[in-house]
Every structure is written in structure tokens, then in C-alpha cells.
């Protein structure tokens, strides 16, 4: 017989929720895909507004779902193993999220090293060159595809650089803000997790005109082949994944006012940080292989 | 928060106080967080899907009845091969597996129940609205996905109906649905184990989850990023896939088969876990080779991601690329044959008894050991030049999961049945069950060796006429198989309805945690941990 202390793992009750949920990607996925068919065919449908119906149900679903993870953290209801499955959690959700991009990479790596190489005939693909596209000139960026089209490669200076350095600068604030909060700074928190969020807000503003710089006075656009496929769609993934990492940083910032976050238990605060970090590291792997090499 | 338990010996009597009040009506279900509840939903529309999936394999299978075009168009019959292959990878074999990891995992390793038990049903009914779309989209002008499961572009891209972004969505939620399932299992195996529940202590179908779990989570974001190319690529002007853009078709095959090859051992090594589960209670001994299962399965996964451009050496690859594939391929072999092997050493001298289980257990371990053979013949690149693309690849890979994991799924379900229902499944209509299951599936599969190999092209609703009387055969052999799995309804409706009461144990031969709480197990078990000596 052995007496030993146990924290009770809580185990919610029934929760309407996930049923909300899941009727929300339902409309989300059949609206999108209604969406899509319909803005092909240049023909007015149900798509877009499904779409929309299922945004708002997802929202109504986040807020009370988390309304009750946030009411039953502060009542005390998660034990320190709870804790560690949520962070286990989302570490990895986030190693998901690695492997998401990993396939736009991968595409991009395959693209230019391989693919275009055998356009231009390496390997044993001299034939294939000759009779189908012999003007063609393997070179990146692939401002030129075989086809044609013909386009204008962003540089890295300028706009680039400075996003760079402000995303950059804002994975730092945020770890001041971190360190702030360990250390019961709540000035600093504050001050750090705003100036984060203006950062990010900043970056977002800033890509939104690279892209219109680049339809406008580059050409780029995303149907102009292989180049632009791969930076429109590496740079658009991961602007999505700032503004939900902006959106989430800010929820945390309303409950950093309402004093939610202790030294010890802030979980939230750690995920958001963790997914911030995370889209930050993606923009310095999408700087040098996207932008400059 | 801390309570102060006794421990241990009060832990059998403590168990059976619990109170184990429901909730009553629709909502148990549509509100559930019970790891119980969200298992038994998983196999239930498993089971739906299996159905729906087979009733396809039925059209197509009267269309080649006999040849010539006798009962649908072909497009109809493309539609048919297509969606019943997702139906039956994303929608039968994989809820089965989570629902089976759902309902033993937290009782294997003594956790109150999953780590994250909301989310864990919001993976559930994603499933549910994923495939409604995937069906509905079948009904809309111009059909539903008719490119293979395998969705190759340009077959999705530029030759594709209009349907084909209901079908990227669909995948995107089911995607969705699996990360989500995958991580749960994930953080609650390693989260939430009872105190002594160390990590070589752990049964080995915990153990192949868990793998399979970190693979889920390593492939199904690569195919939300491919069904994302084929969509910019068929609606928005990309051309990923597009040679004249700076493309590559290749680049499909080379992204869809880094998840799909990962994917085919996310539908095996949950069913390794079974038969290692269920031959050692049989056998009455302990499974041999403890140690190098776990590592074999940990082998088997590490390869699997390099492996995957086995599926592609038609496709013109270099040399030595094919070689690298054809290699890698055969490594696998090894751990496999190592986890062949300890089965059988396991049952060596055994005391062994044939319940159902058991016998889909030995049916698995024979006829899954085919299938592995006959992927071997694939591995070998000149070979495959001419086995590509014909029946002998169906054969193949029928044998593996339909006698692989579907025979798996099966075994496991007799097995923990007792334990689930608290009743004794009839023994008798489970043996007519597995002897007509096992006597048609061959009929069905065994000859599709031979068709193939003389050139018979898979996915095609006619053949030449000297393939006539084997296709009869085959066909004949997919009746009776999709007939025989009537009589696995049967067993259990009747097995839910009542029978012979279970014991704890159920298996004399049985060991584990999950044969120490009672027969049907509690709603809530181990909401206190158990500790392990």
C-alpha cells in the first residue's frame, strides 16, 4: 500500500462545440468549393455566401470554445499534465504546419533544379529541349517559361529587406514580452506585445503593396509561371499564417489586460509566441530561398 | 487539485463503483467528449463506409462481369474506381484504425481518456460533412472525381470536371481530421500513460499508433499542399504541374506519393499492433522479439519516407534515382520480415486455440505476408516496367489492405467486441464469417496476379477477350466477398443486442490493461491511474 498525491486530469463534459465545428468546415469547404467553381465559370452562385455562413459559424464557435478553455483555466481546473498536453499539442500542430510549407518548398527546390534543367535539356532530356522548346533558357528566376509568358523577378533590397527586419524585430519584442511576463514587468509585457502586434501589422500592410508593386509594375502575377506560382503562393501561406498569428497575439493581449498570465501558468501566451516564432523562422527560410538565392 | 489515492490493490474494487451514468439521446453523441463514445462512432461510420466504398467495387466489378461495355459508361466507371479507392483509404481503413486507437489506447495505457478530449470529437464529425461532399459532388453535372484516387495531374488538373474543387476541400477538411486525430493520439500517449506505464512497457498496438500518429502528422499537410497545387493549378492559372508554365507533371507524382507512400504504412502499422495483440493470447505465450517490433516498426517508418518514387519508375527518372528507390524499397523488407518472424515464433509451440479473431489474425499474417511478397516484385525496377499500371498492382495492394488491414480491423473487432458490448459474439456465424471472407477474397484477388501479369490495364471498364474467363471468376469472388460481410453485420447486431456475458478477461490467454475493468468497460475508466508494477 502506497499513498501518493494525484492531480486529477479534467476530462470536459459534453460540449457543443466540436459539432459547431465541424458544421462550420462544412459550409466552409462546400462554400469554397462552390465559390471556386462558380468564379471559373463566371456565373453567380450560393458558393460565396456558404462561405462566408461558415466563417461566421466558426467564429461563433472559437469564441465559446474558448470562452470555456479560458473560464475553466481560471477556475483552476487544468493540472500541470493538462498543461503539458496542450503544449505537446501545439508543438505538433506546428511541426504540421513545418511540413505544409515543406511541400511548397519542396515544389520550388524540384521546379528549379530539376524540372527546368530538363526544359533546358540537361540529363537526358536534349530531345525533349529541341523539339518542343528550343528557345527556351533555363535560368532563375524564371522570368521567361517555356510557353512564353513572360515576367519580372522581385528583388530582395528594398521592401523585402525591411519586412524582413521587422518581422525579425517583432520575434524579439515578443521574446521581451515573454521575459516580461516572467518577470512580473507588466509595463514591459504590455508595451513589447503591442509593439508586436504593430510590427506585424506593419509587415502585412507592407506585403499587401509588394504584391500590388508586383502585379502593377512588375508583371508578376500568379498565374505568370513556375516563379510566380511558387512566390505568390509561399509568400500568400505565410501572410495567412501572420495575420492568424497577429489575430491570436491579439486575443492575448486582451487578456493580458485583464490580467489573465502568470509567471508560471500562460499557456497561451507560450502558443501564440511559439506559432509567432514559427511564421517568423518560415519568412527568413522563404527571404533566402524565395527572394535572394 | 491533488487527491489523495490508495494504491494499488484498491484499484479493481474502486473501478467497479464508478458511476457510470450517460448522457441519454442525440446529444451523447453530438456533444461527446467519452473516448468510448467517439471510438464506437468511428467504426460505425467505418463500417457505413466500407459499405458505400464496396457497393462501388461492386459496379465495377459487374462492369467486368464479362467484357465489352455492359452496365455503365466509362466515365461513370472512373468515377466508380476513384471515389470507391478514397472512400475506402480516407473513409474505412483510417476512421477504423482512429476509432480502434480511441477506444483501447486510454484503456491500455490507464488514462482517464484522450488528452484533448473536445477535440478529439471535433476530428470525429469532420469526417461525416467531408465525405457527405465528397458523395454529393458525384451528383453534380459532369460527375465527381474520375482521375483516380491517386488524383495524377494533368488527370486532375487539365482533363478534370467541375467538380474537382469540392473534391480538394473535402480532402482539405478530412486532412484536417486526421492532424487533428493524429496529434490526440500522439500527446495522449505521451502524456498521458499511468505512473509505471514505461515507454517499452507499453502494448505494441500503442506503440504502432503512436508511429503512425507522428507519420499522420508528417504526410497529410504534404497532401493539403498538393490538392492545393492541383486547385491553383486547374482554377487560378498555376502551372505547377504544366510543363509549358515551368513545371512538371513528374512534380505531382513526386509530392502525392512523399504523402502517399507514408500513408500506405499509416494503414498498416496500426494493424501490426492488432496481430501482435491478438496472437500472443491465443498462442497463450508472451510475443516473442518484444524489443525488435518496436524497433521494426520504427524502421519501417523512417523508410517509408524514402521510398516513395517506387510508384513512379515509368516515369522516366534517372538511373540512379530508380536504382536509390529500388533499394530503399527492398530495406523494408527486413523489418517486416522480422515482425513475419516473431509472429510465427510467438505461436511456436504455443497452446494455441482458433476463435474468430485468431483466425483473421492467421489469415492476416499468410495473406498479408503475399502481398508483401508481390511488393517485392514491384520494388524491381525492370520488372515493374512491366507489371506498371495493370491488375497485378491491384492485386498487390488488395492484398495488402483488404487482407491486410481491412482482415486486421475485422480480427480486432471480434476481439475486443466482449469487452466493448460485454457480450460474446456468436462464435459460430463469426467462424462462417471468416471462412467465407477468406475463401472469396481469394477468389476475388488471386487471380488478378495473373491478369496482370499477361497485361491487363487497371482502371479500364473493358479488357481483351482473352482475359474473359478469369475476370468471371474474379468477379464472382467480389460478390461473394461483399455478401459475406452481410454476416459480419450480422454477428454484430446480435453481439450489441446481447449473448453470452463476458468476463473481465474475455481471453483466457488474454493480458493487459484493458482485461482488468469490466466487461462492457465503464463510461469513464481509470479516471484515477492504476499504477503499473
Redesign the interface.
Known sequence: ?????????Y?????????V???A??F???G???L??D???QQSGFGGYLLLLGFAVLVFMLVG?FRNVIDESMS??Y?S?MD???R??MS??I??????F???F??LF??RV???Q??GGS??NAMTFEL??PNFEPVWP?VK???G?ETQAMPWTGLPLINTAILVISSVTLHFAHTGLEQQKRGQLKLMLLLTLLLGATFLGLQVYEYIHAYQDLGLR??S?????TFF?LTGFHGLHVTLGAIILLFVFFRVLKGHFTPEKHFAFQAAAWYWHFVDVVWICLFVIVYIL | ?????????DQEHHEHDHHDHK?SGI??W????NHKDIGTMYLVFALIMFFIGGTMAMVIRLELFQPGMQFVEPHFFNQMTTVHGLIMVFGAVMPAFTGLANWMIPMMIG???M????????SF??L???F??LL??LFMPGGGPSFGWTFYAPLSTTYSG??T??F???V??MG?SS?MG???V??TI???RAPGMTWMKMPLFVWTWFITAFLL??????L???V??V??D???????FD??????P??FQ??FW?FGHPEVYIMILPAFGIVSAIIPTFARKKLFGYASMVYATASIAILSFLVWAHHMFTTGM?VFATLFFMYATMLIAVPTGVKVFNWVATMWRGAMTFEVPMMFALAFIVLFTIGGFSGLMLAITPADFQYHDTYFVVAHFHYVLVTGAIFSIVAAVYYWLPKWTGNMYDETLGQWHFWCSLISVNLLFFPMHFVGLAGMPRRIPDYALQFADFNAFISIGGFLFGLSQLIFVWVLIKCARGGVKATDQVWEGAEGLEWEVPSPAPY?TF???P?IK
Open positions: 500500500m502506497t499513498t501518493k498525491t494525484y492531480e486529477k486530469y476530462v470536459p463534459a459534453q460540449s457543443p462545440w466540436p459539432i465545428g465541424a458544421v468546415l462544412f466552409i469547404a462546400f469554397a468549393g462552390h471556386v467553381i468564379v471559373s465559370k470554445w483552476g481546473l493540472s499534465q503539458r498536453s496542450f505537446q499539442g505538433w500542430f511541426v504540421s504546419e513545418v511540413m505544409f515543406m511541400a511548397f519542396g515544389a524540384y521546379g530539376i524540372a527546368m530538363w526544359l540529363s537526358n518542343l522548346w524564371l517559361t517555356p510557353g509568358i500568379l498565374d509561371g513556375f516563379y510566380g506560382n503562393l | 487539485m491533488s487527491v489523495v489515492i490508495t494504491e494499488p490493490n448522457p446529444t451523447r453530438l456533444y461527446t467528449t488514462a482517464p481518456d488528452a484533448l478530449p473536445r477535440m478529439n470529437n471535433w464529425w469532420i461525416p460533412f467531408a457527405l461532399i454529393l459532388s467541375d467538380s474543387a469540392l480538394v476541400f473535402s482539405h477538411i484536417i492532424i493524429a496529434i490526440n500522439i500527446v505521451w502524456n498521458m502528422i508528417m504526410v497529410m499537410p504534404v493539403a499542399g498538393v492545393t497545387m486547385l491553383t486547374k482554377y487560378f492559372g498555376t502551372s505547377f510543363a509549358a508554365g515551368g513545371g512538371d513528374v512534380l513526386h509530392i512523399f534517372p469513464h479516471e484515477t491511474p499504477v
